[in-house]
């Protein structure tokens, strides 16, 4: 049986709630490292690409030959990109915890995220995430990124969602604020647990079968 609650769609980001992030700083310090790169030119050459991967007009193909195969290596590109998908690992507590909101509740789940194309597809399909999440407003996708506002009025319309019937889970301070301007009850997630209690004062009490 199904819980009562006013709340009818859970936006949900990928990177830092469900999974690991995607393509940080973090990651690519170590692929400076295991494919002798120079760190400070590959960090410039992100900088200046990668807003345009992750809105979906770059390929991966083009980003790479933008950031790093500009020039010959020992390496060749399917070798960096496999390493790229490598650093992706699920956070399984938080996987649990959304398809159960989903089945106690009956809601309507939405990933609200900025990923670029084929590691956003990589994720999705490795982790399984469509067996619960009913679409995605993905920075690949709609061609949008957070902060900009119209990322969150486009996943608001694109559900049929009013604000007030929408709680959303992001771990990035600066983008739970835009939310909640928009009227979009949201909590910032640093943990399981506290995310868990956020969620149980917004009525949704999750039952840990």
């Given amino acids: 049986m199904k819980g ?8 949900v980001d990928i990177g830092g709630v469900l999974l690991s992030d995607g393509w940080v700083h973090e990651f690519r310090k170590l692929a400076a490292k295991k494919f002798d790169l120079n760190a400070e030119e590959l960090e410039k050459r992100h900088n200046q690409a990668f807003d345009t991967y992750e809105e979906g007009k770059l390929t991966i193909t083009e980003y790479l030959k933008r950031v790093v195969f500009y020039e010959k ?23 649990d915890l959304i398809r159960r909101i ?7 789940i939405i990933v609200l995220s900025n990923e670029a194309r084929e590691l956003n597809a990589y994720r999705i399909r490795k982790f ?17 990124r957070k902060p900009d506002e119209d990322i969150f009025r486009l996943a608001l319309d694109t559900a049929q969602a009013p604000a007030r019937q929408v709680v959303y889970i992001e771990n990035t301070p600066m ?9 979009i009850r949201s ?3 640093t943990d399981y647990k506290s995310t868990c209690s956020k969620l149980s004062a917004l009525g949704l009490n999750v039952i840990n079968e």
Avoid at 4 to 11: R, V
Avoid at 102 to 108: I, P
Avoid at 128 to 144: A, G, I, P, Q
């Fill in 4 to 11: 009562k609650t006013e709340i009818e769609y859970l936006f």
């Fill in 102 to 108: 989903k089945a106690q509740y009956g809601l309507k």
């Fill in 128 to 144: 399984k995430l469509k067996e619960f999440v009913d679409f995605f407003v993905s920075s690949c996708y709609v061609h949008l």
């Fill in 187 to 189: 909590i910032l997630h």
């Fill in 73 to 95: 290596r020992s390496f060749t590109p399917a070798q960096f990109k496999r390493f790229m998908f490598d650093q992706s690992k699920p956070y399984p507590e938080m996987i």
């Fill in 175 to 183: 983008f739970v604020k835009i939310a909640e301007g928009l009227g």
